[in-house]
């Protein structure tokens, strides 16, 4: 009979495989954040943030972490054409419930969402939305706290349709508004899309004195390696901008497959998180996507594997991340 050691060679690649993979999992070491000085930018600290757009998901958010985590952001969205006073109200009442400080994250449109032809920064920019922008403004400093405002976000994507020189100028109008209502209490968040199939993202940049954060938006397992990204983050680092994931989650790495949607998504993301010092906050969409129109994406309620939650917990328990426990709020000015 003759022998192999094949079978227990593959064997044993598999097993180093697993311990090396295991242990680099509990070695993530966060370097020290990067300080820029912007408005609504924790000191030394990563903002955490749930949603989207949903109070249900941001709570589950926090009863998944154990009621050990609680956010600082609460994601949301307006458009800037149809946005409702009465939601914002509602939200604000939602806000101020809490017994700990919510910064409201909210994506401001000028576009409807997978339909590019409806786009209308251009109408923004010609000050034929002026009305809006200082209602919209007027509304949401009724909010005694913080906000952060990713205006026109996503602004390279092929699903909005914005174009750079009015994108730019919207942007600009925008801005003045919401700096000129609320002061130092609104952060203004510019927003790319690694999605997106434009890349040339300073062609749509409106201007250091225009902007307080960066932001990127992070998805698929291919974003972490996506050419575009590192570029962006060492420009934000140039200008002097802390960075945002505005909004993130597993997509196609379901929770359901435990051990694999972490390797795959959760350690690589908190990995750039731990390795980009100018990473200062984030977003994560607390959502079961199966349930929805973008059902292949899978569920994204990490509470809902013992895998998932447990990573989760164990990494945003680190000091690194900014709460209410860690630092009472406290934010620079």
């Given amino acids: 009979m003759e022998f ?5 060679l593959g064997l044993f690649i598999i097993c180093v495989f697993t311990f090396i993979t295991a242990k680099a999992q509990k070695e993530l070491v966060y370097q020290p954040r990067a300080e820029y000085f912007q408005r609504l930018e924790p000191k030394g600290k990563i903002l955490v943030g749930a949603g989207q757009a949903s109070f249900s998901a941001f709570d589950d958010f926090i009863k998944a972490s154990d009621s050990i985590v609680y956010p600082d952001i609460y994601m949301d969205y307006a458009g800037l054409d149809i946005f409702k006073k009465e939601k914002i109200k509602y939200s604000i009442n939602k806000w101020m419930a809490y017994p700990f400080k919510i910064i409201p994250q909210i994506g401001l449109a000028m576009t409807h969402d997978g339909d590019p ?3 209308f920064e251009q109408q923004v920019a010609k000050g034929l939305l002026d009305s809006n922008i200082e209602a919209f403004a007027n ?3 009724k909010y005694p706290g913080k906000v952060m405002i990713r205006i026109g976000y996503e602004f390279n994507g092929h699903w909005n349709g914005y174009k750079p ?3 730019k100028l919207a942007y600009i109008r925008v801005a003045n508004v919401l700096r000129r209502v609320m002061n130092n209490r609104v952060a203004l968040v510019w927003c ?4 997106g199939d434009r890349h040339d993202y300073m ?3 409106p201007g250091d004195e225009f902007v307080d954060w960066w932001s990127v938006d992070v998805f698929g397992e291919k974003h972490f390696t996506h050419p575009a990204l590192k570029p962006f983050l060492a420009s934000a680092h140039k200008h002097k901008k802390p960075v945002l994931i505005g ?3 597993p997509r196609k790495l379901s929770v359901q497959l435990g051990k694999e949607s972490v390797q795959k998504w959760f350690y690589p993301y908190f990995k750039l998180m731990a390795t980009n010092p100018g990473i200062k906050g984030f977003s994560y969409i607390y959502w079961d996507w199966s349930k929805t129109r973008w059902a292949d994406w899978g569920n994204g309620r990490f509470g809902e594997n013992p895998e ?3 990573f989760m917990i164990g990494e945003l328990t680190n000091e690194i991340f900014q709460s209410e426990t860690l630092l009472k709020g406290k934010l620079t000015e």
């Fill in 192 to 195: 790319m899309a690694l999605d």
């Fill in 308 to 310: 998932t939650k447990k």
């Fill in 4 to 8: 192999s050691l094949r079978p227990f």
């Fill in 165 to 167: 020189d009015s994108f």
């Fill in 139 to 141: 509304e949401i400093s």
């Fill in 203 to 205: 062609n749509f940049y």
């Fill in 117 to 119: 032809e409806k786009h």
């Fill in 247 to 249: 909004e993130s989650t």
